[in-house]
């Protein structure tokens, strides 16, 4: 449904460019579901962007159902069916939830305000808010995903959903993204989450900007605890070196 | 006898239809044209200056529309409303200037208002600014308001100008008395060449006495905005002004908020921002499938509700 192929990216930062995906091979199917790991950094994050044409890539294309999208901006691809639910949703002086999740609508067949119910928000309480700096950080991040689910696209892309989020709702949050994942619909989530590991059909392992590995739960969780463990140790031990008459 | 351009101007600022509810008085091109009263709501004519006189008798509850409309060119108009809200009593008011100039010449209202809340009484105030025209000529208002707020009673003042006006110069000042509240929701829109002026000056007299003053605008073309809300504390009240602009094009935006407390036992806060539209606003809602323009648009049309 969704190809990136071999995806490159260079990013300007105070005019200097930084090369932050590069070898990007990805074909993600339609029905299935895919989680995109990995370490802080890594450009799990710029592949999302590279897919909903927030970032244009510096080489390769990016395909839908056999399209070429690549020079299509963020509106034309939103239009034809995938959408993104912010890591950091922005907040929106004297916009309503309401209003947000009618603009979600306007484009796609939709749901409706259950959407909010869903993710434990009760409508009746929560339409009528302001999308500003009254909600806090866990309700701006579920209305986030209920705008997804309310938009209903194709191609679905959540940056790491659980992020701020407790743990009573996050449970309810994996029990969402699941029901409402069809047969016609492709689902991507970034997370480090054991339990959303768990749920999807396949783990890709994203390391210092490509696709480092990829495949079921079995193969590739054993690799991330390690890689991780090994990782922490190793910057222990270097804090080890470099601080070595801690006070403690 | 109210043509059809009329009745779309009061449509704009009063959204008044062709039976208003409750008492009214309708002003056209400097003279008053229909006018209403109720029992308890009398509407008089003043002697010695041009303008109304709006007298609610105390516990009466209902609405009162006032709009004014200039439908000529080199046309000045000046008038002096009084408004008295009696004790206890619960209005909704509506005033309002809409402005058709046909013409080169200017068309320019000034309204001052002297508005009266007594002891105990709410009053919910709204007053909103159109203007429109083919000539080419200036639409000016100039509208000042000053308030006071009695012991226990209530104002909120939503003050509404949204394109169309050439030149504002707002005067609000109000006077907040012991266990007094005032929240005043001021919202401005300016593009092309057009100015606006706010100077807001709030008096919190006594105990209790409490003011909320939320000023949002948007800054567009060449448009130039100044705000200076005051917020003073004579007594231990407690307010809090807040500014807030974006700003657009080759805009300018001049925010100078200030609060003064004369008793230790007051509380106020000030913030001012101006800033633009931020890039990942834009992007959240392009990705819903709005256009850059559209997205902009209902990023506006949210901040100014």
Redesign the interface.
């Known amino acids: 449904m969704l190809k990136l192929d071999n995806i490159y990216l260079e990013l300007v930062v105070e005019g200097r460019s930084i090369p932050i995906l590069h070898d990007i091979e990805l074909d993600f199917q339609a029905g299935k579901m895919y989680a995109l790991t990995g370490p802080n950094g890594s450009g799990k994050s710029s592949i999302a962007r590279v897919a909903?044409g927030?970032y244009q890539p510096t080489g390769g294309k990016v395909f839908l159902n056999g399209e070429d999208i690549t020079a299509m901006?963020?509106?034309e691809r939103?239009?034809m069916g995938i959408?993104?639910a912010?890591q950091q949703?922005?907040r929106?002086?004297?916009?309503?939830v309401v209003?947000m999740l009618e603009?979600?609508m306007?484009?796609?067949d939709g749901l409706n305000c259950q959407v909010l119910r869903q993710i434990g928000l009760c409508p009746d309480d929560y339409l009528d808010r302001t999308l500003d700096n009254s909600l806090s950080g866990g309700e701006i991040k579920r209305i986030e995903i209920a705008?997804l689910l309310a938009?209903n696209p194709k191609v679905r892309i959540f940056d790491e959903p659980e992020a701020g989020i407790d743990l009573w709702s996050f449970e309810q949050l994996i029990d969402v993204i699941g029901d409402s994942h069809r047969e016609d619909t492709t689902t991507v989530i970034i997370s480090h989450q054991e339990k959303i590991l768990n749920m999807v059909d396949e783990i890709i392992l994203i390391e210092e900007g490509t696709v480092s590995m990829r495949g079921n739960r079995d193969k590739i969780w054993p690799q991330i605890k390690e890689s991780a463990q090994c990782s922490c140790r190793r910057s222990c031990r270097l804090e080890e070196e470099l601080y070595a008459d801690c006070p403690r | 006898m109210l043509t059809a351009l009329d009745k779309k101007l009061l449509e704009e600022i009063a959204e008044l239809h062709d039976d208003p509810p409750g008492a009214f008085n309708i002003r056209k091109d400097g003279k008053g044209v229909q006018r209403r009263s109720l029992e308890g709501i009398e509407i008089r004519s003043k002697e010695d200056q041009p303008g109304i006189d709006v007298l609610v008798a105390p516990g009466k509850e209902g609405s009162v529309h006032i709009p004014v409309i200039l439908t000529e060119t080199d046309l000045s108009d000046l008038v002096y409303n009084t408004i008295e809200i009696g004790e206890n009593a619960d209005i909704t008011l509506v005033a309002g200037c809409g402005i058709h100039n046909p013409g080169s010449g200017s068309a320019r209202h000034d309204g001052i208002h002297r508005i009266i809340v007594r002891r105990g009484a709410r009053l919910k105030y709204s007053e909103k600014h159109y203007g429109e025209g083919e000539g080419g000529g200036k639409r000016i208002l100039n509208p000042k308001t000053e308030l006071v707020i009695e012991e226990d009673a209530y104002a909120e003042l939503e003050l509404i100008q949204i394109r169309g006006v050439d030149n504002t110069n707002r005067v609000t000042e109000a006077e907040v008395h012991a266990g007094g509240r005032l929240f005043m929701f001021e919202r401005l829109l300016t593009d092309g060449e057009q100015t606006a002026n706010s100077d807001v000056v709030v008096n919190l007299m006594g105990e209790g006495s409490t003011a909320r003053i939320i000023s949002r605008s948007v800054a567009q073309g060449n448009s130039k905005q100044t705000f200076n809300p005051r917020l003073l504390a004579y007594g231990p009240g407690r307010g809090h002004v807040e500014c807030d602009s974006i700003i657009m094009d080759q805009s300018t935006v001049r925010s100078v908020p200030e609060i003064w407390a004369e008793n230790a036992d007051a509380e106020l806060v000030h913030e001012a921002a101006i800033g633009k539209i931020a890039g990942d606003q834009l992007i959240k809602l392009m990705a819903l499938g709005l256009t850059e323009e559209e997205a902009e648009e209902a990023i506006i049309s949210g901040f100014l509700k």
């Open positions: 909903m927030i901006g963020i509106t939103a239009r959408g993104y912010f949703p922005p929106f002086k004297g916009m309503r209003d603009l979600a306007k484009h796609s705008t938009q």
